[in-house]
């Protein structure tokens, strides 16, 4: 077990060309999307959305709004099987929270007369708030924990991936008004198979030593 975990860690990588002409199964990418579902967070507030764009009509409309420096990233939206958009809500609200509380209940986790009990742990997000009401920070942070879990569940099915930092927030953000009814997205995630021709497949891993980066008290 401990080997497969390794394994997968090392074996996964980012991918930087995509064969068009494979595509991940619908089975797999229902386990990925379950594994973001999943994901834990802070006082469980979830402050996320992913926005699967599988369709042509939505992979043109994201590749469009590519701009410079980050066009080098832009083919990979049309190659690969589906791009995810990770979205995170920038002003979590108590209304928000409360959502969260009553599926706890729905869900058996939750004795109902514990509701307003449950309610308080919002003075955690609360922390996080500025006088605006933004906390985007916190709940962005949540939202890299979904990403950190779909690496490692990608890995695990042997699929490829593409974290992309690399886009034109603005525009992406005014393309999907919409569709993100007013949250944030800043990193998106591409998930396909490799082109034979991935030069980034054959690379070695590359981290910092153990020693550089841990202190063992
Ligand atoms: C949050 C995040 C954003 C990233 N953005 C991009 C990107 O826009 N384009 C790209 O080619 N790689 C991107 N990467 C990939 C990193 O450069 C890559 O993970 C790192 O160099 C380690 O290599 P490995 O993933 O192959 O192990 C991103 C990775 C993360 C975690």
Known sequence: MNDLILHDLQT????KRYDPNRKVPEEKLQILYEALRLTPSSINSQPWKFIVIASDNA?????NTFTEPYHFNRQHVLDSTVTILFAHNPKYTLEDYAKVVEKMIQDGRLAPEKRDRALQS???ARMHTDENGFNGHWTKAQLYL???????????LKVDSTALEGIDVKRVEEEFKGELNGFACHVALCVGYHHETDYNAKLPKSR??????????
Do not use: D, P
Not at 12 to 15: A, E, L, S
Not at 59 to 63: D, G
């Open 208 to 217: 910092l030593a153990h020693g550089s980066i841990f202190l063992h008290l």
């Open 59 to 63: 992979k043109h409309r994201l590749y």
């Open 12 to 15: 996964r990588y980012t991918c």
């Open 146 to 156: 979904a990403l950190g879990n779909a690496y490692h569940t990608l890995a695990r």
């Open 122 to 124: 919002f003075r955690f």
